[in-house]
């Protein structure tokens, strides 16, 4: 039955032995748990119940931690049976295990493709070697298997359990955070609850009651008069702690079948609330795809539950479903695109002392940054690094950069990816270069200009998929390829010391000093840009008369917009104006979590989260008058007012202070338009004492908005409090063009801009033609 194989090794044989009294014992403890009437306390995600993947986790196994070329130690790894959190055993004296949450886990990487793995063990372990990549700053757990069978055991065995987590729908992701802190609070693990453990586990969600609500509570599932909460009695004490009288009333109110929610009642809802251009088709898809009663489903009925299912998922969500892929023209010039771009992309932290990592440049293209720096300095050897000139920052190989880039450019969008150089080599140190982007890069790498005549506008995101572009200096002019005029103009008066091979892949982004937008004009070709610092460029678009100028120059030029130098811990300026000017590469830094970066994610989260947002057509067209600083918008397009009908209800936010048991958040909503002066605006709630779990608030907010193209709005959580400033607790921010009306679901981000999978803030909103 255990499949024992023979064996000459004594060793080996006493191991395996061991392993399959193992799997005996997480077997009989599955059996055990999956026929006991507890069985909420059981994790087990769905679809997964006797899987081998999942059992191979929870029985886990020997693993060699490699820290450093020393230090390399073997740990046994193993996943708790709440199927969350992975824990590995610490050889400190009095050390509790290590232990992290799958949530946390980014990705899964095979192989020596981590710099710790490259750097500390050699190629030959290749195929023992893997990764766990966390979100964030939190550094790679870098380990090794006995085999490579092992190793891909681990790694499709974790990838298995982390894509089964992330798309588990918000209503299981509420069970699985729910039940995960009655496990906690359960302290002798006997599966019961005493009303002790109850006031300790309402404290783990969030919510701080007196002793008698909780003692009521406590005695009215309490149906055994046992003084614990057991089984059915626990499921009672769930459903009466997660029951959630705001959907209650909505469901009531068109729930007009015999209690249920018909077809004709779901599409009376979807046309009169949700404002939809719903059809009969529309109500039955719904019901056919969130309806969870089978009864219900073959009546063409929807339950509350299935009410409940639909708004907490991608069709009642606040973000338009359409809007989750690429839906905009991707034929247009790239100069008509604001592009997701980074500034000091090699940094993890700050700019005096903080390291540099291929790791960060991975992190910004997984995020669909497509536009990344390269600051490149001479490096020992003969081969050039790129970290910040003339600090205490780490150095990273030039080439390693390039391969990494090259392996995740495309994972996340196939849209082009623009490599501005930054270049402080010496020639001979430049003609690696160049050669290195040729090598590694290889076709994907654009060297000429597409077509065989000289161009006179960019070419499109559509036709330079997957495909790189070079930001640099150029010796000459683009149609000296197609002349065979190789004239180097002004070398000598600008004493410019440049490769020829590096030169020549700068096709589309030559790098030009900026003068004045006349001499831009009269004077530059269209793949002739200019970087603008940022109290330059926001000088530009704030001086009477030339943000409309400004405007007109990105119609038929890109501009790169960085942060000031002075911003020594990485810190952000406010992203916003310079999109109002039309400004396509409005570089920030990735690594630090602060608002403007939450902005930005706001910005490129619509057309498929793709990098690439295609400009208003007033940002586009020659004959636009359009002054973002003016009260008096010379622009054809609609105003609207956006009603917040009401700031409803917030469930499941996170704890602040996760030191202190007792502490519980006093939340409040802030709204926050940002878009053209006129248009900025900010509102809040009233906070709520004590209850992070279901705060309900019932606050109407309206917002006239003059220009809907351009507003972001952001809906921020804080924690309240009198004698200091407001702890953040979560934010969503999105587009104003992709806002769905009638009652939605926000989902809640954490400071580093990750879904926190349990919480969500509940709305209802119109957006309509303003009078």
Same mark, same amino acid.
């Given at each position: 039955?255990?499949?024992?194989?023979k064996?000459?090794?004594?060793?080996?044989?006493?191991?395996?032995?061991?392993?399959?009294?193992?799997?005996l014992?997480?077997?009989?403890?599955?059996?055990?748990?999956e026929?006991?009437?507890?069985a909420?306390?059981?994790?087990?995600?769905?679809?997964?119940?006797?899987?081998?993947?999942?059992?191979?986790?929870?029985?886990?196994?020997?693993?060699?931690?490699?820290?450093?070329?020393?230090?390399?130690?073997?740990?046994?790894?193993?996943?708790?049976?709440?199927?969350?959190?992975?824990?590995?055993?610490?050889?400190?004296?009095?050390?509790?295990?290590?232990?992290?949450?799958?949530?946390?886990?980014?990705?899964?990487?095979?192989?020596?493709?981590?710099?710790?793995?490259?750097?500390?063990?050699?190629?030959?372990v290749?195929?023992?070697?893997?990764?766990?990549?966390?979100k964030?700053?939190?550094?790679?757990?870098?380990?090794?298997?006995?085999?490579?069978?092992?190793?891909?055991?681990?790694?499709?065995?974790?990838?298995?359990?982390?894509?089964?987590?992330?798309?588990?729908?918000?209503?299981k992701?509420?069970?699985?955070?729910?039940?995960s802190?009655?496990?906690?609070?359960?302290?002798?693990?006997?599966?019961?609850?005493?009303?002790?453990?109850?006031?300790?586990?309402?404290?783990?969600?969030?919510?701080?009651?007196?002793?008698?609500y909780?003692?009521?509570?406590?005695?009215?599932?309490?149906?055994?008069?046992?003084?614990?909460?057991?089984?059915?009695?626990?499921?009672?004490?769930?459903?009466?702690?997660?029951?959630?009288?705001?959907?209650?009333?909505?469901?009531?109110?068109?729930?007009?079948?015999?209690?249920?929610?018909?077809?004709?009642?779901?599409?009376?809802?979807?046309?009169?609330?949700?404002?939809e251009?719903?059809?009969?088709?529309?109500?039955?898809?719904?019901?056919?795809?969130?309806?969870?009663?089978?009864?219900?489903?073959?009546?063409?009925?929807?339950?509350?539950?299935?009410?409940?299912?639909?708004?907490?998922?991608?069709?009642?969500?606040?973000?338009?479903?359409?809007?989750?892929?690429?839906?905009?023209?991707?034929?247009?010039?790239l100069?008509?695109?604001?592009?997701?771009?980074?500034h000091?992309?090699?940094?993890?932290?700050?700019?005096?002392?903080?390291?540099?990592?291929?790791?960060?440049?991975?992190?910004?293209?997984?995020?669909?940054?497509?536009?990344?720096?390269?600051?490149?300095?001479?490096?020992?050897?003969?081969?050039?690094?790129?970290?910040?000139?003339?600090?205490?920052?780490s150095?990273?190989?030039f080439?390693?950069?390039?391969?990494?880039?090259?392996?995740?450019?495309?994972?996340?969008?196939?849209?082009?990816?623009?490599?501005?150089?930054?270049n402080?080599?010496?020639?001979e140190?430049?003609?690696l270069?160049?050669?290195?982007?040729?090598?590694?890069?290889?076709?994907?790498?654009?060297?000429?200009?597409?077509?065989?005549?000289?161009?006179?506008?960019?070419?499109?995101?559509?036709?330079?998929?997957?495909?790189?572009?070079?930001?640099?200096?150029?010796?000459?002019?683009?149609?000296?390829?197609?002349?065979?005029?190789?004239v180097?103009?002004?070398?000598?008066?600008s004493?410019?010391?440049?490769?020829?091979?590096?030169?020549?892949?700068?096709?589309?982004?030559? $790098?030009?000093? &900026? !003068?004045?937008? #006349?001499?831009?004009?009269?004077?530059? +070709? %269209?793949?002739?840009?200019?970087?603008? =610092?940022? $109290?330059?460029? &926001? !000088?530009l678009? #704030?001086?009477?008369?030339?943000?409309? +100028? %400004?405007?007109?120059h990105?119609?038929? =030029?890109? $501009?790169?917009i960085?942060?000031?130098?002075?911003?020594?811990?990485?810190?952000?300026?406010?992203?916003?104006?310079?999109?109002?000017?039309?400004?396509?590469i409005?570089?920030l830094?990735?690594?630090?979590?602060?608002?403007?970066?939450?902005?930005?994610?706001?910005?490129?989260?619509?057309?498929?989260?793709?990098?690439?947002?295609?400009?208003?057509?007033?940002?586009r067209?020659?004959?636009?008058?359009?002054?973002?600083?003016?009260?008096?918008?010379?622009?054809?397009?609609?105003?609207?007012?956006?009603?917040?009908?009401?700031?409803?209800?917030?469930?499941?936010?996170?704890?602040?202070?996760?030191?202190?048991?007792?502490?519980?958040?006093?939340?409040?909503?802030?709204?926050?338009?940002?878009?053209?002066?006129?248009?900025?605006?900010?509102?809040?709630?009233?906070?709520?004492?004590?209850?992070?779990?279901?705060?309900?608030?019932?606050?109407?907010?309206?917002?006239?908005?003059?220009?809907?193209?351009?507003?972001?709005?952001?809906?921020?959580?804080?924690?309240?409090?009198?004698?200091?400033?407001?702890?953040?607790?979560?934010?969503?921010?999105?587009?104003?063009?992709?806002?769905?009306?009638?009652?939605?679901?926000?989902?809640?981000?954490?400071?580093?801009?990750?879904?926190?999978?349990?919480?969500?803030?509940?709305?209802?909103?119109?957006?309509?033609?303003?009078?």
């Open positions: 039955v255990l499949g024992i194989k064996t000459q090794d004594c060793t080996y044989l006493l191991q395996y032995l061991t392993k399959c009294f193992l799997e014992h997480v077997y009989f403890k599955i059996q055990k748990a026929t006991c009437v507890t909420p306390f059981v994790l087990t995600p769905a679809g997964l119940e006797g899987d081998s993947d999942l059992q191979f986790l929870l029985l886990g196994g020997k693993l060699v931690k490699v820290r450093s070329k020393s230090w390399k130690h073997g740990r046994y790894f193993k996943l708790e049976e709440d199927c969350q959190t992975f824990s590995h055993e610490s050889k400190k004296a009095f050390k509790q295990n290590h232990t992290f949450s799958i949530d946390d886990i980014e990705s899964v990487r095979k192989g020596r493709h981590s710099e710790g793995l490259k750097k500390y063990t050699d190629a030959s290749e195929d023992l070697c893997f990764s766990i990549i966390f964030g700053r939190k550094k790679n757990l870098d380990l090794m298997a006995e085999s490579p069978e092992d190793v891909n055991k681990w790694v499709s065995s974790l990838e298995k359990i982390i894509n089964n987590m992330h798309n588990l729908s918000n209503q992701k509420s069970e699985h955070w729910i039940f802190c009655i496990r906690k609070a359960d302290k002798n693990g006997d599966n019961m609850m005493t009303l002790k453990e109850v006031k300790h586990f309402l404290r783990q969600i969030n919510v701080e009651v007196d002793d008698s909780a003692a009521d509570l406590f005695k009215k599932c309490d149906t055994s008069n046992s003084d614990t909460l057991e089984g059915e009695e626990i499921k009672q004490f769930y459903e009466m702690l997660t029951r959630r009288e705001e959907i209650d009333i909505i469901y009531g109110k068109y729930a007009q079948t015999e209690g249920q929610m018909s077809d004709r009642d779901l599409l009376n809802f979807l046309l009169n609330e949700q404002r251009q719903a059809t009969a088709e529309d109500a039955h898809r719904l019901i056919e795809k969130y309806e969870v009663d089978k009864t219900a489903k073959q009546n063409n009925c929807m339950t509350k539950d299935g009410f409940l299912m639909y708004l907490q998922q991608d069709d009642g969500c606040i973000l338009n479903p359409a809007h989750r892929s690429v839906y905009q023209d991707m034929n247009q010039p100069n008509h695109y604001y592009i997701s771009s980074s000091n992309t090699y940094l993890m932290a700050d700019q005096l002392k903080g390291p540099s990592s291929t790791e960060a440049y991975i992190k910004a293209l997984m995020k669909s940054c497509r536009c990344v720096e390269l600051d490149c300095w001479d490096g020992a050897n003969g081969e050039p690094v790129i970290y910040h000139g003339h600090t205490l920052t150095k990273v190989l080439k390693d950069v390039i391969k990494a880039i090259k392996d995740y450019a495309f994972k996340t969008s196939q849209y082009p990816v623009i490599l501005s150089l930054e402080h080599c010496t020639v140190q430049q003609k270069m160049a050669r290195h982007l040729v090598f590694f890069l290889g076709d994907a790498l654009v060297k000429k200009p597409l077509g065989d005549t000289m161009p006179t506008n960019f070419p499109s995101p559509e036709a330079l998929k997957g495909k790189f572009l070079i930001k640099g200096k150029r010796l000459n002019k683009l149609d000296s390829i197609f002349t065979n005029n190789n180097i103009e002004d070398g000598t008066k004493n410019i010391k440049l490769d020829k091979e590096l030169s020549d892949i700068v096709i589309y982004c030559k $790098s030009v000093h &900026f !003068n004045s937008f #006349e001499h831009a004009r009269e004077n530059q +070709a %269209f793949y002739e840009m200019s970087s603008f =610092k940022e $109290s330059k460029a &926001f !000088n678009a #704030e001086t009477s008369g030339k943000p409309t +100028a %400004f405007m007109h990105n119609m038929d =030029k890109l $501009s790169r960085y942060p000031a130098g002075s911003r020594t811990d990485s810190s952000n300026y406010n992203p916003v104006p310079m999109w109002n000017v039309g400004c396509q409005v570089a830094n990735f690594q630090t979590n602060s608002k403007e970066m939450h902005l930005n994610q706001g910005r490129f989260l619509m057309n498929g989260f793709c990098g690439y947002i295609l400009k208003p057509e007033f940002q067209n020659l004959s636009s008058q359009f002054n973002p600083n003016s009260d008096c918008h010379v622009i054809a397009s609609v105003h609207f007012c956006l009603t917040i009908q009401q700031v409803i209800s917030a469930q499941q936010l996170p704890k602040i202070n996760k030191e202190k048991q007792k502490s519980i958040v006093d939340p409040l909503v802030k709204v926050e338009i940002h878009g053209v002066q006129a248009d900025n605006a900010s509102k809040e709630t009233h906070h709520i004492e004590n209850n992070g779990f279901n705060p309900m608030w019932n606050k109407k907010f309206q917002f006239d908005i003059s220009v809907p193209e351009l507003a972001l709005v952001r809906f921020l959580l804080e924690d309240h409090d009198t004698a200091s400033q407001n702890d953040f607790i979560g934010q969503y921010c999105l587009p104003l063009t992709s806002v769905q009306n009638g009652y939605r679901h926000v989902p809640v981000l954490n400071k580093r801009g990750d879904n926190i999978s349990s919480a969500s803030l509940f709305v209802h909103l119109m957006l309509l033609d303003a009078p």
